[in-house]
């Protein structure tokens, strides 16, 4: 059974950086499409970044282009978000999850991933 665990949040200053992690201890992320998501309070979930572990093709919402990089190491079983010049709008708990590669993909719909982790909390003061 999958298990997402993400780490790496925490607290920073506008303009600095963080990396999450994210690793599923069940089972190896092959075939399967690994998303970021963030939430706010009193705000939906919304999508960050993806990455296609067998294509390796990666995905971004506009706010996170030229910004955050999604990366995977396959040795690892891990997915990173490397989140640069952090702003205080990019405050919320973010979540890795993943749904398996199908012929038509939906990236940005939370509801198309399957398994989900319990999040990391990052905050941004300025």
């Known amino acids: 059974q999958a298990q997402l665990v993400e780490s790496g949040g925490g607290s920073v200053q506008a303009g600095g950086s963080l990396r999450l992690s994210c690793l599923d201890s069940g089972r190896t992320f092959s075939n399967y499409v690994i998303g970021w998501f963030r939430q706010a309070p009193e705000k939906e979930r919304e999508f960050v970044a993806a990455?296609?572990?067998?294509?390796?093709?990666?995905y971004y919402e506009d706010f996170a282009k030229g910004r955050f990089a999604i990366s995977r190491d396959i040795a690892k079983n891990t997915v990173y978000l490397q989140m640069n010049s952090l702003n205080p709008e990019d405050t919320a708990v973010y979540f890795c999850?993943?749904?398996?590669?199908?012929?038509?993909?939906?990236?940005?719909?939370?509801?198309?991933?399957?398994?989900w982790g319990q999040g990391t909390q990052v905050t941004v003061s300025s």
């Open positions: 990455i296609d572990w067998t294509a390796h093709r990666t």
């Open positions: 999850a993943a749904q398996p590669q199908r012929e038509t993909i939906v990236i940005e719909t939370p509801t198309k991933y399957d398994s």
